[in-house]
């Protein structure tokens, strides 16, 4: 069966500090796989999507990055965070327009 | 931009009522997902509906896609407290990566 893994489940960074959240699909092969963020309570916001190795595509500006070293890897990293940068991440996995499975998300609180 | 507006944004209800969820669009979609999530966890998928008039219904739940694929709706009778939770739609936008596009959600609180 697949299963998404998403770590940490909580972090606490000082502003300026660098982050890197990790994602990882087990049981399937070449997923698309996608970051959001989320606001306490509300919908999920895309920022990048991917359907390969190496492939991004980011739908919002911001300060962040994403890369995709594996096939079942997908990684979400800043050099220098800001405030604003606070918010619940959540990573998932899909094959074309199915359903989406979700990670258990990380809660990422920028001191 | 497609775009999904989710009605009520939050609902506090008593256990036994019954209650609508209401997903709107002024855009096709090709399917329509719903999701519930609970705090400090990631969504779960629900239902997936895909042909326009299509009725689903998972227990005490029944989705239902409008005959236009532009919206859908959410009902659940005799809700208890375990419905409690925020339920948002999602759609497949244009093109063929999957992305899918997500109402704001709606908050549901069930009372005892």
């Known amino acids: ?44 916001q895309l920022l990048f999507y991917s359907v ?40 998932a996995w899909s094959y074309g327009n199915y359903g989406y499975t979700f990670g258990s998300g990380t809660r990422l609180t920028v001191v | ?13 008593q256990e036994g009522e019954n209650l609508t969820v209401y997903c709107n669009s002024s855009s096709v979609f090709s399917s329509l997902q719903w999701y519930r999530q609970e705090p400090g966890e990631g969504p779960v998928l629900l239902v997936t509906v895909v042909t326009g008039g299509e009725v689903k219904k998972l227990k005490r739940l029944t989705f239902q896609f409008g005959d236009a694929r532009k919206d859908s709706s959410l009902h659940i009778t005799a809700a208890q407290p375990g419905d409690t939770g925020l339920y948002l739609c999602a759609g497949h936008g244009s093109g063929n990566t999957g992305k899918l596009i997500f109402g704001q959600g709606t908050t549901l609180q069930v009372k005892p």
């Open chain 1, 1 to 44: 069966s697949q299963t998404i893994h998403q770590w940490p489940a909580t972090l606490v960074q000082p502003v300026g500090s660098p982050l890197s959240l990790e994602c990882t699909v087990e049981g399937t092969s070449n997923p698309n796989l996608y970051w959001y963020r989320q606001a306490a309570g509300r919908g999920l």
């Open chain 1, 52 to 91: 390969g190795i190496g492939q991004i595509s980011s739908e919002v500006p911001q300060n962040l990055s994403a890369s995709r070293p594996q096939d079942r890897q997908f990684i979400l990293s800043s050099k220098k965070l800001l405030l604003s940068d606070s918010s619940f991440y959540l990573c």
């Open chain 2, 1 to 13: 931009t497609q775009l999904l507006e989710q009605s009520p944004q939050f609902l506090s209800i």
